[in-house]
């Protein structure tokens, strides 16, 4: 395990828990006070079977290059941070000429208080190999292709999602705390979520590309209300032009 962050060590403590001989390597003295740790990356690595890269995007890289010269064609290197299909084709690139396996694992939801119970995307030449051991450790894993960055570009794809429901709700909150009825919209919110369902996609869909036209004043309207109560409408101006341009016919279908 390489990295022993929040999420690394809880990875390996349940790896651990599961059965498995887990050794690992984080520069700072103090991380996964309780899992075994080498003395360098690269000690971590010589003998592992599976070698998990659990740290920061930007240093993942770097994390690569010092330990790729003890890899060997028997093992497999998982990249388990979370970045873009371009650093996970990058990294692809810097670990096969050694021989071993590349797995491009895409988290999909906090690691902690889940663990190794967290579910997994995961592609590249290593990706059956990667379902196959930590998924019978414990991990759902679902296998999405056989190249780097597929897994990346799904994590990335539900990422818009889920980051424009929590601005839409921040900004509405915000909004809402400002005009004294915070806890009425926290519960109008609720209602929607605790409902959610493909039905209720298919409304916010078609629904937008039908009524785009009026709905293009309600969130111009909207705007400017935000705008009178000192929130800035970063969500509200987004809307107004998607809205705009299915208005006009310019979206994709």
Request: glycine share 12%; aromatic share 2%.
């Amino acid at each position: 395990m390489l990295g022993l962050g929040e999420a690394g060590a809880a990875l390996a403590a349940d790896l651990l828990d599961a059965g498995a001989r887990v050794i690992g390597f984080d520069p700072r003295a103090g991380a996964g006070k309780a899992i075994p740790r080498a003395d360098s990356a690269a000690a971590a690595v010589a003998d592992a079977d599976v070698v998990l890269s659990v740290n920061a995007a930007e240093v993942a890289a770097g994390v690569a290059r010092s330990v790729v010269e003890s890899l060997s064609a028997e093992q497999l290197y998982a990249d388990l941070n979370s970045a873009g299909a371009p650093l996970k084709r990058e990294l692809a690139e810097l670990i096969e000429p050694s021989g071993a396996l590349f797995a491009d694992v895409a988290l999909m939801a906090p690691v902690p208080g889940r663990g190794l119970r967290t579910p997994a995307l995961v592609s590249g030449s290593g990706a059956e190999r990667f379902a196959g051991t930590i998924g019978a450790l414990g991990m759902p894993v679902e296998v999405v292709g056989a190249e780097p960055g597929q897994a990346a570009v799904r994590k990335l794809l539900r990422s818009v999602f889920m980051k424009g429901i929590a601005a839409a709700a921040i900004e509405a909150l915000s909004a809402a705390a400002a005009a004294g009825c915070e806890d009425w919209l926290r519960e109008e919110i609720a209602g929607v979520l605790d409902g959610a369902d493909a039905a209720l996609l298919e409304r916010l869909e078609t629904g937008s590309r039908k009524h785009a036209a009026r709905r293009v004043h309600e969130v111009q309207d909207a705007s400017a209300l935000l705008r009178e109560l000192g929130i800035e409408p970063r969500v509200s101006e987004a809307s107004e032009g998607w809205l705009t341009q299915l208005r006009d016919g310019g979206a994709t279908p």
